[in-house]
Protein backbone atom coordinates (compact mmCIF):
# COMPACT_ATOMS: atom_id res chain seq x y z
CA UNK A 1 0.00 0.00 0.00
CA UNK A 2 1.44 3.51 -0.58
CA UNK A 3 1.45 4.55 2.86
CA UNK A 4 4.48 1.99 3.49
CA UNK A 5 6.06 2.84 0.31
CA UNK A 6 9.73 3.79 0.67
CA UNK A 7 11.49 6.10 -1.09
CA UNK A 8 15.30 5.84 -2.09
CA UNK A 9 16.34 6.13 1.42
CA UNK A 10 14.00 3.92 2.95
CA UNK A 11 11.64 6.91 3.85
CA UNK A 12 8.11 6.46 4.21
CA UNK A 13 5.13 9.60 3.97
CA UNK A 14 5.41 9.48 7.90
CA UNK A 15 8.50 9.02 8.57
CA UNK A 16 8.77 12.57 6.01
CA UNK A 17 5.94 13.56 8.27
CA UNK A 18 7.83 12.74 11.42
CA UNK A 19 11.34 14.58 9.97
CA UNK A 20 9.34 17.55 9.44
CA UNK A 21 7.46 18.09 12.27
CA UNK A 22 4.07 17.92 10.65
CA UNK A 23 1.74 16.25 14.16
CA UNK A 24 -1.63 16.71 12.08
CA UNK A 25 -0.57 14.67 9.02
CA UNK A 26 0.82 12.01 11.31
CA UNK A 27 -2.57 11.69 13.33
CA UNK A 28 -3.98 11.29 9.46
CA UNK A 29 -1.11 8.74 8.44
CA UNK A 30 -1.97 7.04 11.53
CA UNK A 31 -5.58 7.17 12.29
CA UNK A 32 -6.78 7.36 8.79
CA UNK A 33 -4.51 4.90 6.85
CA UNK A 34 -2.58 2.81 9.23
CA UNK A 35 0.50 3.31 8.86
CA UNK A 36 3.49 2.38 10.69
CA UNK A 37 5.50 4.14 12.57
CA UNK A 38 7.61 1.28 13.47
CA UNK A 39 8.67 0.93 9.76
CA UNK A 40 12.45 1.19 9.85
CA UNK A 41 13.81 3.18 7.30
CA UNK A 42 17.44 2.82 4.97
CA UNK A 43 19.23 3.73 8.51
CA UNK A 44 17.27 1.49 10.35
CA UNK A 45 15.33 4.41 12.39
CA UNK A 46 12.06 3.85 12.80
CA UNK A 47 9.39 7.43 13.19
CA UNK A 48 9.51 7.03 16.92
CA UNK A 49 13.19 7.36 16.96
CA UNK A 50 13.55 9.80 14.59
CA UNK A 51 11.15 11.94 16.78
CA UNK A 52 12.92 11.59 19.85
CA UNK A 53 16.55 12.28 18.62
CA UNK A 54 15.04 15.46 16.32
CA UNK A 55 13.69 16.17 20.17
CA UNK A 56 9.85 16.52 18.39
CA UNK A 57 8.06 15.85 21.88
CA UNK A 58 4.78 16.20 21.04
CA UNK A 59 4.80 13.44 17.86
CA UNK A 60 7.08 11.35 20.24
CA UNK A 61 4.37 11.74 23.01
CA UNK A 62 2.12 11.07 20.29
CA UNK A 63 3.56 7.46 19.13
CA UNK A 64 4.49 6.51 22.45
CA UNK A 65 1.10 7.25 23.61
CA UNK A 66 -1.00 5.77 21.00
CA UNK A 67 1.37 2.62 20.00
CA UNK A 68 2.29 -0.13 22.98
CA UNK A 69 6.29 -0.35 22.35
CA UNK A 70 7.49 -2.76 24.57
CA UNK A 71 11.49 -2.38 25.35
CA UNK A 72 13.54 -5.50 23.51
CA UNK A 73 14.71 -7.50 25.71
CA UNK A 74 18.64 -7.25 26.35
CA UNK A 75 20.40 -11.26 26.15
CA UNK A 76 22.62 -10.26 29.07
CA UNK A 77 19.25 -10.12 31.12
CA UNK A 78 18.92 -13.81 30.61
CA UNK A 79 22.32 -14.50 32.54
CA UNK A 80 20.91 -12.29 35.03
CA UNK A 81 18.39 -14.69 35.82
CA UNK A 82 20.22 -17.79 35.94
CA UNK A 83 23.19 -16.26 38.48
CA UNK A 84 20.14 -15.75 41.14
CA UNK A 85 19.69 -19.06 41.71
CA UNK A 86 23.65 -20.12 42.34
CA UNK A 87 24.29 -20.26 45.78
CA UNK A 88 27.90 -20.32 47.20
CA UNK A 89 29.11 -21.14 50.68
CA UNK A 90 32.45 -19.95 52.42
CA UNK A 91 33.84 -23.13 51.26
CA UNK A 92 33.54 -22.33 47.75
CA UNK A 93 35.76 -19.21 48.14
CA UNK A 94 39.32 -19.67 48.32
CA UNK A 95 41.42 -17.08 49.17
CA UNK A 96 45.05 -15.84 48.47
CA UNK A 97 46.74 -13.15 49.47
CA UNK A 98 47.56 -10.33 47.20
CA UNK A 99 50.36 -9.02 46.35
CA UNK A 100 49.43 -5.41 44.92
CA UNK A 101 49.70 -3.92 48.04
CA UNK A 102 52.99 -5.18 48.76
CA UNK A 103 54.08 -3.90 45.29
CA UNK A 104 52.91 -0.20 46.02
CA UNK A 105 54.84 -0.08 49.51
CA UNK A 106 58.00 -1.38 48.17
CA UNK A 107 57.80 1.44 45.36
CA UNK A 108 56.38 3.93 47.70
CA UNK A 109 59.51 2.97 49.88
CA UNK A 110 61.89 3.38 46.78
CA UNK A 111 60.55 6.58 46.40
CA UNK A 112 60.82 7.68 49.64
CA UNK A 113 64.68 6.34 49.92
CA UNK A 114 65.40 8.55 46.72
CA UNK A 115 63.52 11.17 48.08
CA UNK A 116 65.95 10.94 51.43
CA UNK A 117 62.40 11.12 53.09
CA UNK A 118 62.79 8.46 56.17
CA UNK A 119 59.42 5.98 57.32
Known amino acids: EWVSAKNVSGN ?61 EDESDDDDDDSENIKFSSEDVQYKEGTEINEMTKEAEKAMKEMNIEN
Open 12 to 72: TALHWATLTNQLEVIKYLCEEWKANPLILNGMGHDCIFVSETNQLQEIEKYYLTNYDIEPE
